[in-house]
């Protein structure tokens, strides 16, 4: 089963580039068909295999050689096996929460880390998803609420002192509303750990930056991006946070 787990997901892995790709420009996500960004060839159904068509083209495009982005293939991967992961792990409803939020962090991660966005209709995905599921299956309610409160309430705080103190905006308002879902998603604990552990990992690219081009505190970090990869770590994780609280 975790073969198949596995090569679902990279179908879906596939259908997020097609996203990554496509919603930062205001493009449709169904029309037109894959097409080569360069010679703009139709690719047909047979080279558009996820994982297999990026290794028997080396990377290229079939048709005029063109290199095409590891992300296809690394976001093709991650899925499969977060597919693999959700539906091994967790019961059927439960599964299918992990899937949709998972997949729609995946995607924010890597529009956030190549264009410095987040998009609101990310966000409102995630919300319809999370509400639906909370109001039919959840039985912890209160911790869900609390944690999107703590996650809002930190992050906001964090943003209003920080941009007083530099002079300009130090966080977006497309990460402000990822924490609500964060929050909401992982329970107050979890976001609690999230937030830590993606601002020390943001630090600490910050550093190797200013090491490698000079200190400068205007450098552009895409924090969405870290707390999307940070959140999926430490909810998948076994760890007891609450030795912590």
């Not at 990310?122 to 039985?139: M, P, R």
């Not at 450098?219 to 959140?231: A, H, R, V, W």
Request: with cysteine.
């Amino acid at each position: 089963m975790i073969f198949f787990y596995f090569i679902l997901g990279t179908i879906f892995g596939s259908f997020y580039n097609v996203v990554i790709f496509r919603l930062p420009k205001n493009l449709s996500i169904i029309y037109p068909r894959s097409h080569c960004f360069n010679c703009k060839k139709t690719i047909p159904f047979y080279l558009n295999i996820p994982i297999l068509s990026y290794l028997i083209c080396l990377g290229n495009c079939y048709y005029c050689k063109s290199k095409i982005s590891i992300q296809y293939l690394l976001v093709e991967i991650c899925t499969g096996i977060l597919w693999s992961y959700g539906l091994l792990n967790y019961n059927f409803e439960t599964a299918i929460l992990f899937l949709w939020i998972t997949g729609i962090l995946s995607i924010i991660a890597v529009i956030d880390l190549k264009h410095y966005i987040i998009p609101t209709s990310l966000i409102f995905f995630a919300f319809v998803g999370l509400l639906i599921f909370n109001l039919i299956f959840t039985t912890n309610l209160k911790d869900s609420i609390i944690g999107l409160l703590f996650g809002l309430s930190y992050l906001g705080g964090t943003a209003i002192i920080t941009s007083k103190i530099f002079k300009k905006q130090t966080l977006g308002f497309g990460d402000i509303l990822l924490i609500i879902i964060l929050g909401s998603w992982l329970g107050l604990i979890k976001v609690a750990v999230t937030i830590f552990l993606s601002a020390v990992l943001a630090l600490i690219v910050w550093t190797i930056i200013s090491i490698k081009k000079g200190v400068k505190i205007n450098y552009k970090l895409p924090f969405g991006f870290y707390l999307s990869i940070t959140s999926i770590l430490v909810y998948i994780s076994d760890f007891d946070y609450n030795l912590f609280f």
